[in-house]
């Protein structure tokens, strides 16, 4: 009998190089754009897509061997476009562990971009601030996550390793670039959003549920100050394959560790707190990826 163990690391051999390039090569044929930026854009976080120009669009269904997203707020195509003049390469909907696939499998599009040529990956989410002095609607800046689902064994990295993407063993230590953090916060100021942007740890949890106020506790006293159900993957399968990585949460709710709340999370609302930030959060993106540019062609 096959176990669980043995599918989830048969979907993670199932993506081989050999795949990915294919993936990789059909995506070139189809868009004249040689983006050296990944984006993935999280939930509500999708309408930052409107802002690219002459762009190829290209749905998640006629990719071949790409899954399809199953998560409202998360349109499910990939745009080749340009961001303020900049190309850049767009997952609008990402993969989620709880839709039901394997780690490898939601994160086996960073690997796709890096075999487009992306050098670079900016990853977006919308997270719950658990940090006491985070409100609705604020940026953390990602400095660092915990890979709680990697502490129980389940890792995008787990199967065999093949070193054209990168080591058997990848270092974690600076998973965030730190010039690239940096820059964000004088973007911040520049943007007037000094007041609502922070810095601090995420963790992704397997989802789809909401955290109980036990949980929430815990993860406190870890050092956590957004929880989500993304990025880590994402992140750890980028770092790995050397790609320089930035990421922030949008923070859609508070977790409030206590019994006794008018309000819970809820995905729709969640999804809301996305537009309402729409326009901030695609300024940011786009004076990130503005200096990026400008660094790479130095
Ligand atoms: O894709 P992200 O991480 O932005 O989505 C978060 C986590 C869940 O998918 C969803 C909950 O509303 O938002
Ligand atoms: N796990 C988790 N993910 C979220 N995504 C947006 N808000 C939350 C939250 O409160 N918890």
Redesign the pocket.
Known sequence: MTSFNDCKLNFGRMYTYDILQEIANHLLERTQLRPKIGIIL????GSLANQLTDADYIDYQTIPHFPVST?E??VGRLIFGFLKGVPVMCMQG?F?Y?EGYPLAKCSMPVRVMKLVGCTHLIA????GGLNPEYKVGDIMLMKDHINIMGFAGNNPLQGPNDSRFGPRFPNMVNAYDWKLLKKAKEIGKDIGIENDLHEGVYICLG??NFETVAELKMLRIWGVDAV????VHEVTTAVHCGMTCFAFSLI?NLCVPSYDLEET?C?DD??GIGKRRESTLTDLVARMVKHIHTELKQ
């Open positions: 999280g939930t509500g976080l998560v707020g998360h990402r989620h709880y977006t989410n919308a997270a989802g789809p989500g159900m993304s990025t859609t999370p995905h969640i999804v």
